[in-house]
Nanobody, 127 residues
Framework: QLQLVESGGDLVQPGGSLRLSCAAS????????VGWFRQAPGKEREGVLC????????ITANSVKGRFTVHRDHAKNTAYLQMNSLDPEDTAVYFC????????????????????WGKGTLVTVSS
């Protein structure tokens, strides 16, 4: 069974950058599509980014487009979420999730379809 552990959350000033990590264990990492999600206080969970199992394709939510990017390191079984130009509106608990797929190009990551979830890491953007 795949296990996911997020890390890297912190307090950062507006305009700053942060990189989150999602470390996987217990499964064939390169057979999973990975999604990053976030949930702000009092708000519903939001999909942020989805990256294909080989890391060659990704889709990005409009709210973070041009500021957030994703990278997969298959040697380390880790996915990274690079967040730049952070805004207080980006304050949330960030989760990574994975969905097993036979389609290496798939960037299908609705929350309801994800099989495994991490416990999240808190990002606070504030001066």
């Amino acid at each position: 069974q795949l296990q996911l552990v997020e890390s890297g959350g912190d307090l950062v000033q507006p305009g700053g950058s942060l990189r989150l990590s999602c470390a996987a264990s217990g499964g064939p990492w390169d057979e999973y599509t990975v999604g990053w999600f976030r949930q702000a206080p009092g708000k519903e969970r939001e999909g942020v980014l989805c990256v294909s199992s080989r890391g060659e394709r990704s889709i990005t939510a409009n709210s973070v487009k041009g500021r957030f990017t994703v990278h997969r390191d298959h040697a380390k079984n880790t996915a990274y979420l690079q967040m730049n130009s952070l805004d207080p509106e980006d304050t949330a608990v960030y989760f990574c999730a994975a969905r097993r797929t036979s389609n290496s190009d798939s960037v299908y990551c609705p929350g309801s379809a994800m099989n495994y979830w991490g416990k999240g890491t808190l990002v606070t953007v504030s001066s």
